[in-house]
């Protein structure tokens, strides 16, 4: 037998929280080439922000992906006050990181559950669902909302942590670090898990280089490129090296994830100590005139925001370059010669989110 | 009796949301919230779903595949659409590629407001849901829920006060 089959993996699949459908052709039981088929979940936003106010606009931003909402506004606001030559306050800047972080902790960990489902381990899913319930109890101690905060605007940040909030941060990450060692065990050094993910959907250096992969799943092929290295917001004060693993199969995008969630942990604690008194934000005044590129680090990969104004209250033209989108050719090298069984667990390491891809 | 609505399967679609409702329906099912005490279990087959849960608003790709979802979920069966762009489109109604609520392709029996709406929000609406499914296991006639009025009033009735959201078409709403 080696007559090509073709199965339609989604648009609707127990293992996607999202719709995308991925056109496998199969020879037997093993994937020959994949096909993405996209579109639907594009809604247009980049359209829609021409035609509202661009203060407006950072809600929109927040709700390119509701996972890592808070980072898309940052990008979109650090952009904004680049072409206005806004100075943002260093407070606020230090709470952009905190809560930036807190994203990336509970994107993080939702991954790992979700991943852990793609298994068959939903014992697994629900413990990390558990300990990822703390972050966003923090995010709602401290920012008012569990999800979507709204806290980023253009010029600073709408909410401060004060004594009581750094309390409740410190004792939270106390917690939550325990949690994570108690998980990342079984994750890491179960027998099972390992049979799922060591030299499964691996991929070179060179060609992860050549597809221009971003986020953990270059740092898992041993690129050290990271965003936060930049320093923007306050990263350049918070000693940040990246995580980096050489292996670059689904092993290795695990395990650096599980290290940069405990780097995240160590980078809040960081910045609540070094966090200096200054107002959180500052007034703007004016319409933005001029153009700018804006990258920062999602959970998922390096976010470009490309943002051009002409004086008026609209923006004339918002491009988002997403990390999903530029680490979908990378997940189309890892399929060919996986067996179809792994295709969820591959398709799962790069931490795939369409909202963002799509727009 | 009342077998069906003390073990409801719920099936879950993504029509066209930005990930922030589908998270927190996760986070419903996960031992914080727990929506296993009331029967409910998250499964991937539209054929053995009864209730239907979609999240988001419809676009022209994605209103066959929210179609086919449907029908292939066998009857008696609710839909709980949860957050505002499942009732009009919430924030991205504006967008060219987005055609409204999901009430234009499938009836809906209650819509969850928020953006998105919290946990406690959505439970309520899958317990609300479970009434309507006994009420259909039972044969009565189940009207499609009102959207709520607080998130949306139909242009028509613009002009007029809001009221208060009809009893059944309506979850406590988030920070609204």
């Not at chain 1, 799962?348 to 909202?355: E, F, G, K, Q």
């Not at chain 2, 914080?32 to 029967?39: C, I, K, V």
Request: with cysteine; charged share 20%; glycine share 8%.
């Amino acid at each position: 037998m080696s007559r090509i089959t073709v199965i339609p993996f989604g648009p609707q699949h127990p293992v996607l929280p999202e719709p995308i459908q991925l056109r496998l052709e199969l020879k037997d039981e093993k994937v020959v080439s994949a096909l993405p088929v996209v579109g639907y979940v594009h809604r247009g936003l980049e359209k829609l922000v021409e035609t509202k106010d661009y203060l407006q606009t950072v809600y929109i931003t927040e709700r390119v992906c509701g996972i890592c909402s808070f980072i898309h506004s940052v990008a979109y606001c650090q952009g904004i006050e680049t072409i206005m030559g806004v100075e943002v306050p260093p407070r606020a800047r230090y709470l952009r990181v905190i809560w930036s972080e807190t994203h990336r902790l509970h994107s993080h960990l939702l991954w790992f559950g979700l991943l852990a489902d793609s298994f068959g381990f939903e014992n697994l899913f629900m413990q990390i669902w558990r300990a990822r319930e703390a972050v966003l109890d923090l995010q709602e101690a401290t920012a008012g909302a569990r999800v979507i905060l709204g806290t980023c605007c253009v010029g600073g940040v709408r909410r401060d942590i004060d004594q009581t909030g750094r309390d409740l941060t410190l004792a939270t990450l106390d917690k939550l670090e325990q949690d994570i060692k108690k998980i990342a065990n079984p994750i890491l050094k179960d027998y099972g898990v390992q049979q799922r993910t060591v030299g499964i959907g691996r991929i070179s250096r060179e060609l992860t280089y050549e597809r221009g992969a971003v986020g953990p799943t270059a740092r898992a092929a041993g690129i050290a490129q990271d965003l936060r290295q930049t320093g923007y917001a306050a990263y350049g004060e918070l000693d940040f090296q990246p995580v980096v693993e050489t292996a670059g199969d689904c092993y290795a995008r695990l395990q650096v994830r599980v290290r940069e969630m405990n780097q995240s942990i160590e980078l809040i604690r960081r910045a609540l100590e070094r966090m200096p008194a200054s107002p959180i934000s500052v007034p703007v005044k004016g319409n933005p005139d001029g153009e700018t590129v804006s990258r920062v680090e999602q959970p998922r990969g390096e976010v470009i925001y490309y943002l051009r104004g002409n004086g008026g209250k609209n923006l004339a033209r918002m491009r988002i370059r997403t990390p999903t989108f530029a680490n979908i050719p990378a997940l189309l090298a890892m399929l060919p010669g996986a067996e179809l069984a792994n295709v969820p667990v591959i398709t799962l390491s790069i931490d795939p989110c369409i909202s963002c891809t799509e727009r | 009796m009342k077998v069906l609505a003390k073990s409801p399967w719920a099936v879950h679609f993504n029509c066209n949301s930005c990930n922030g409702c589908d998270i927190e329906f996760l986070a419903c099912l996960t031992p914080l919230y727990d929506l296993e005490r009331f029967g409910v279990l998250h499964i991937g087959n539209p054929k053995h779903a009864d209730i239907l849960v979609v999240t988001g608003s419809v676009n022209h790709r994605n209103a066959r595949v929210l179609e086919n979802v449907y029908i292939q979920v066998p009857d008696p069966k609710v839909v709980v659409a949860i957050g505002v762009c499942t009732s009009t489109g919430g924030i991205f109604a504006d967008c060219y590629n987005i055609l409204g609520g999901i009430d234009k392709v499938i009836p809906v029996d209650v819509f969850v407001p928020g953006c998105p709406p919290r946990p406690e929000a959505i439970i309520d609406g899958m317990v609300q849901s479970l009434a309507k499914l006994e009420a259909k296991r039972a044969g009565k006639k189940v009207e499609p829920a009102r959207k709520p009025t607080f998130t949306f009033r139909p242009p028509a009735e613009a002009e007029a006060p809001v009221t208060p959201s009809p009893a059944g078409s309506a979850g406590r709403g988030g920070k609204e």
